[in-house]
């Protein structure tokens, strides 16, 4: 089976290796709606956390396009912008991507997220990454954050969810596989990706992901992005 962009894939077995890694990039901004209308949210939310000494991590940052963008932004402050990925191959496209501009506050480390320490922070981003990890594991990362951020500090997350009742959920499915046809991807491509994500992602509901945030720490949360079951959302310690 093949999930697009010439992605070739098993049944419940996507994985972020080698042959998605070298078409990530555009892979990605054909299958997430508001791509990178939420990576230009995400940047000018980092404007009012990100400030001289801050520590700024992405969870899951990939190929390193959003570490990039914020580490950009803030070029000016003494702020320090650290992408963390699980897969050794997206760390060394990240590196051959963004080493060459000399950016001394931007690293890129291979990491597992379960394990990984953070240093204080004021700024975390998780941008459709903890979907992809067990649910058993969730609440103790999410907790992690937390506690690592300063008092007054962010956490931005977006994820895929499911919605509250069935006929939303096939309303939902069906505008999203709609966007998919319309960004050149086939039916059998849909569906051998959709089969390639069985019990690799799986969403919480909306309700889920508030009440989460709420039981580790977190009282002040917003909904800031919505696009049917693609969510963002903002945390403040």
Same mark, same amino acid.
């Given at each position: ?13 996507? %994985? ?7 078409? $990530? ?74 080493? &060459? ?29 903890? @979907? ?49 046809? @319309? ?9 051998? &990706?959709? $089969? ?34 693609? %969510? ?6």
């Amino acid at each position: 089976m093949f999930a697009g962009d010439n992605i070739k894939t098993e049944n419940s077995g996507w %994985e972020f290796k080698a042959q998605v890694t070298n078409i $990530f990039d555009e892979h990605v901004e054909k299958s997430v709606p508001l791509y990178h209308e939420g990576h230009r949210l995400i940047k000018n939310l980092s404007d009012f956390f990100i400030r001289d000494g801050s520590v700024c991590y992405e969870i899951g940052c990939s190929t390193g396009t959003l570490s990039y963008m914020l580490a950009t932004h803030h070029s000016t402050k003494n702020a320090y912008f650290i992408g963390i990925d699980k897969e050794i191959d997206m760390i060394r496209k990240a590196k051959d991507k963004y080493d &060459k501009y000399n950016l001394e506050k931007l690293s890129f480390i291979c990491e597992d997220i379960i394990t990984f320490e953070f240093d204080a922070a004021d700024f975390i981003v998780s941008f459709y990454t903890l @979907q992809f990890i067990e649910i058993k594991y969730r609440k103790n990362i999410l907790y992690k954050i937390y506690n690592s951020l300063e008092r007054g500090g962010c956490f931005v997350f977006f994820e895929k969810v499911v919605a509250i009742n069935s006929n939303f959920q096939n309303i939902f499915d069906t505008i999203y596989f709609d966007f998919k046809i @319309q960004n050149g991807y086939s039916f059998s491509e849909i569906l051998a &990706k959709y $089969f390639a994500l069985k019990g690799v992602l799986v969403p919480n509901t909306t309700q889920e992901n508030l009440s989460i945030l709420k039981n580790v720490g977190f009282k002040e949360i917003s909904i800031i992005s919505k696009f049917c079951n693609f %969510e963002g959302y903002v945390a403040i310690k």
